[in-house]
């Protein structure tokens, strides 16, 4: 089973009256900084004035420790409440209480491969791949000092996973694969709901990296059947923090480390510590900005006269957000084919639906970090290096010293913005 609008051919006649205006209106920072463009969203992205206001009303109006008797520590339990609603709404969890608030989603990997690491027995094999972000491989490797058996799900020439190539890697001895929703790097999705079938199917579990596809689409634990699940607030227009799903019976199981006074019992035993209440109060203002994006969608469309559920609403934005993306990416690689780059992935324009609009590409002859230095005198922000994905660089056929260049977009980005890029890159390609 596919999970909503991942993996599925969505057509991108909506692009041209997607409320560009209105979005880019919503977030301060687009207005602040003249000229400038954000090409660097996949290390995170602009935040709206709504995730502002909340983040200023905690510090202003409650900025104190929860699970006190009076009225502003009482409004913070509130807030806590609301925000694992919102998140569970977000990501179609069944129990608010499958959310867990944390520093960001590394600290959640570690934890969770901490644990896992407790419980091998005889099902002590682990797979990881090339294809993921360093923090959901070097977590799991650390294992390896609790007797886990690492194997790798290797990216093919296309430079994507395929679910073929996971199948031999499954046994009776599997405990866990563990891998991303979409390349932080290259921006390929997976197909992570036949991946979790092929790892059920064998008796394991699946734990996803969604980090990088949250912005970009609609995630359903759901549909994508999977068992536990990391995503980063500071990806999905909100502050740095991190929240991980799973399970309930599952992380009920977990062993973690909690002080005496917790329950051992989910959320409370898999949050650590007091994490940071103003940061989780913009998490919930972010997904009620989307939600309020998906109304407003709605209505102008005048699909139905009735009012979406806080889920429906959810997915009406997701999905134009990702139909509106894909002419982005379009856009980009028409950009990039006219300056004669090197894209990394995914570049067939009828294969759009299978990848975000996050390029990595090498122009003929300049070394990436001299491309990222000639756009930023050109006010246009991008990244060069290894994209913390040193050994899918290598099966590039990259240095990960150097790497690629990346060029990140998501939706308050403008196909004005790509042809000023475009243009930027021409002149570097005529003048380095």
Known sequence: MQAEGILNAEGISATANFPIATVRDAFPALNRTSGFIFFDNAAGAQIPQIVFDAVNHHLLECNVQRGGRYAKSREVDAMIVRARQSVADLVNARDPDEIAFGMNATSFIRLVSLAIGQTLGARNEIVVTEM??????????????????????????????????????????????????????????????????????????????????????????????????????????????????????????????????????????????????????????????????????????????????????????????????????????????????????????????????????????????RVTQELARRNIGVRDGHMYAPRLMKRLGLAPESGAVRASLVHYNTREEVREFGSALAEIGRSC
């Not at 020439?157 to 890697?169: A, F, Q």
């Not at 972010?286 to 005048?302: F, H, I, T």
């Not at 806080?310 to 690689?333: F, H, K, P």
Request: a negative charge; aromatic letters at 8%.
């Open 132 to 369: 993921d972000h360093e923090a959901n491989v070097a977590t799991w490797l650390a294992s390896e000092r609790s007797g886990a058996k690492l194997l790798w799900w290797k990216v093919r020439e296309d430079g994507c996973l395929h679910v073929g190539d996971l199948i031999p890697l499954l046994s009776s001895k599997t405990r866990l694969v563990a891998c991303t929703l979409t390349s932080n790097a290259i921006g390929s999705i997976v197909d992570v709901a036949a991946a979790a079938t092929a790892a059920h199917a064998s008796g394991a579990e699946i734990f996803i990296d969604a980090v990088h596809y949250g912005p970009h689409g609609l995630i359903d634990v759901q549909a994508l059947d999977c068992d536990y699940l990391v995503c980063s607030g500071y990806k999905i227009f909100a502050p740095h923090m991190g929240f991980l799903w799973g399970r309930r019976k599952l992380l009920q199981a977990l062993p973690t480390f909690r002080e005496d006074f917790i329950p051992d019992e989910p959320p409370g035993k898999i949050e650590a510590g007091t994490f940071i209440y103003e940061n989780v109060a913009g998490m919930d203002a972010a997904v009620l900005y989307l939600e309020d994006l998906g109304n407003r969608l709605s209505a102008a469309d005048k699909l139905s006269d009735k009012p979406l559920s806080r889920r429906g609403a959810l997915q009406r934005a997701m999905t134009r957000i990702r139909s509106y993306e894909q002419g982005l990416t379009l856009e980009m690689l028409d950009v990039l084919n006219g300056c004669r780059a090197v894209v990394y992935g995914i570049a067939d324009t009828n294969r759009t639906y299978q990848r975000v609009p996050t390029l990595c590409f090498n122009l003929p002859n300049i070394a990436p970090a």
